[in-house]
């Protein structure tokens, strides 16, 4: 409790068509790691799938950002995803790139009804301790 800060990445939303999902711009200030963490709840369309995307910059507004590589991601992009039947379910991927600004993007691919999702942001290994609720 004391060593981490959670932050919104994508407040619950239910999506109804393909419209990408794209979380807060999360700045690592502070911190030395950080988890994007993904809930589902009901999930309407009988084929729809959701891609997801993590890029990362130096600039705060994201300009230049580019899709984090692979190496620098705890677990995959591939893994985060989900399906049509993936009510109910929770996803995570972790970064540890050296860049402050981080995103996620989650994409829907032949949704036409009503999936429920939302994300949040688990930044860890704070450089100082504790940090309040919310830190300040």
């Given at each position: 409790?004391?060593?981490?800060?959670?932050?919104?990445?994508?407040?619950?939303?239910?999506?109804?068509?393909?419209?990408?999902?794209?979380?807060?711009?999360i700045?690592r200030?502070?911190?030395?790691?950080?988890?994007?963490?993904?809930?589902?709840?009901?999930?309407?369309?009988?084929?729809?799938?959701?891609?997801?995307?993590?890029?990362?910059?130096?600039?705060?507004?994201?300009?230049?950002?580019?899709?984090?590589?692979?190496?620098?991601?705890?677990?995959?992009?591939?893994?985060?995803?989900?399906?049509?039947?993936?009510?109910?379910?929770?996803?995570?991927?972790?970064?540890?790139?050296?860049r402050?600004?981080?995103?996620?993007t989650?994409?829907?691919?032949?949704?036409?009804?009503?999936?429920?999702?939302?994300?949040?942001?688990?930044?860890?290994?704070?450089?100082?301790?504790?940090r309040?609720?919310?830190?300040?």
């Amino acid at each position: 409790m004391s060593n981490i800060h959670v932050a919104r990445a994508i407040s619950p939303v239910s999506v109804a068509d393909n419209t990408d999902q794209v979380s807060q711009i999360i700045d690592r200030q502070g911190y030395g790691s950080l988890t994007f963490v993904i809930a589902t709840g009901s999930i309407a369309d009988a084929d729809v799938t959701f891609t997801v995307l993590v890029e990362h910059s130096d600039a705060s507004n994201m300009s230049g950002g580019v899709p984090v590589p692979d190496d620098d991601l705890i677990g995959t992009e591939a893994l985060a995803a989900f399906v049509f039947n993936d009510d109910d379910e929770v996803r995570k991927i972790g970064y540890r790139g050296a860049r402050r600004y981080v995103r996620m993007t989650i994409t829907p691919v032949g949704n036409a009804s009503a999936a429920v999702l939302a994300a949040v942001a688990i930044l860890g290994h704070a450089e100082m301790l504790p940090r309040a609720n919310p830190p300040v």
